[in-house]
């Protein structure tokens, strides 16, 4: 079977990246493609996938919908001339309007019904749904999609990718750090995804705040920050050498194997660092999110949304031996209990012999 598999952003490349390893074993022809957004051409470049970039990320509400029309024109080309019969991808605009247009079944991976606004234009064009059962059914309604379409794995998506993160003392070494160190990760939130542009608050203030407030208070570790975009860097600026900002690309899975202690305001770091083992606090400013409130539930996961708090709780934990190696046996039964979501969409699809 000929199929094609979008990727637009680091978690769909770490996901959706082994599904296509897996799918081409099993026989399939697999066309790979992805947008041009910093993260996600590193991560495909380091993974050593080869994909198609078509079209770029934008920050702008105007910028995204001209950039959509665009790209839908473009993959609905590719797919017609490389004879697509199936497309697999999280929820994609470009992607599963394409496969509607040209009837060609379209297979949507999401763990984010929160993400209203991609989802409502991708979901209800799917064939098949596959999702995390940690989401009750009942979540996707709002997207007309029957039951009867959503197929549930016992799973976090994570899981594909997290059981093979290992420290890289040479990765920490590029990067300033001491392999030895006690580190605090310290991820921005994605305030240009469309479901947190228009939200009010002071939000987009944490990230920096909580640095300044982790160093008042003397953290007794190296503060790494992970900004997504320019705008990110320029507010950690007035903070340059007290913290590390890494100039170059770096893969997040083996920087929290060597983190003492994270701090998230997106989704997919937070979600890896918590089945790490790893004590994690999340700010995420439109959660709790379903999947965040799994790992609350399994008591890896705290939620904390100012700084001050955000702060003692974070240095508390670096002194609590005890409560680091609890959050590591936690989130080794809990992995454990887990099957693997790529061999479920694999054996849906079936064998391309």
């Known amino acids: 079977m000929r199929i094609l598999i979008d990727m637009l952003t680091p978690k769909q490349v ?12 099993a026989g399939h022809r697999v066309v790979k493609v992805t947008r041009s957004f910093a993260e996600t051409v590193k991560l495909l470049r380091m993974r050593k996938i080869k994909a198609e970039v078509i079209g770029t990320h934008r920050t702008t509400l105007d910028g995204k919908l001209r950039e959509s029309l665009i790209r839908t024109a473009r993959i609905a080309r590719l797919m017609r001339d490389k004879r697509i019969e199936l497309v697999v991808a999280y929820p994609s605009v470009e992607a599963s309007r394409s496969a509607f247009g040209l009837r ?9 019904p929160h993400a209203e606004e991609v989802s409502r234009l991708s979901i209800p064009l799917a064939s098949k749904l596959f999702s995390p059962a940690v989401i009750p059914l009942e979540d996707w309604n709002r997207y007309c999609l029957p039951p009867s379409k959503i197929i549930q794995y016992d799973a976090l998506d994570p899981y594909v990718w997290v059981r093979d993160a290992r420290p890289d003392p040479e990765m920490l070494k590029r990067h300033g750090l001491k392999p030895a160190s006690r580190i605090v990760t310290l991820r921005i939130e994605e305030s240009f995804a469309a479901y ?11 990230g920096p705040r909580i640095a300044e407030e982790l160093l008042s208070r ?70 709790p999110t379903r999947v965040e409130a799994f790992l609350q539930q ?10 001050e708090s955000i702060a003692e709780q974070a240095i ?15 989130a080794q039964r809990l992995m454990e209990g887990m099957e693997d979501p790529i061999e479920k969409i ?7 012999a």
């Open 104 to 112: 060609i079944p379209y297979y949507c991976v999401s763990d984010s």
């Open 14 to 25: 770490l996901f959706l990246g082994e599904l296509s390893n897996r799918l081409e074993k």
């Open 196 to 206: 947190l542009m228009n939200m009010p608050g002071d939000w987009r203030t944490l």
């Open 218 to 287: 003397g953290c007794p570790a190296e503060i790494v920050v992970l900004p997504r975009y320019r705008e990110h860097h320029a507010a950690f600026r007035r903070l340059r050498g007290r913290i590390i900002l890494p100039k170059a690309f770096i893969y997040g899975p083996s920087l929290l194997a060597s983190t003492s202690v994270f701090i998230g305001g997106g989704g997919t770091m937070t979600a890896e660092a918590a089945m790490m083992g790893i004590p994690a606090i999340s700010y995420f400013p439109a959660g």
């Open 346 to 352: 694999v054996d849906n699809i079936g064998s391309g």
């Open 298 to 307: 399994s008591h890896l996961l705290a939620r904390i949304q100012d700084p």
């Open 316 to 330: 508390d934990w670096l002194e609590d031996d005890a409560h680091r190696n609890e959050c590591r046996a936690r």
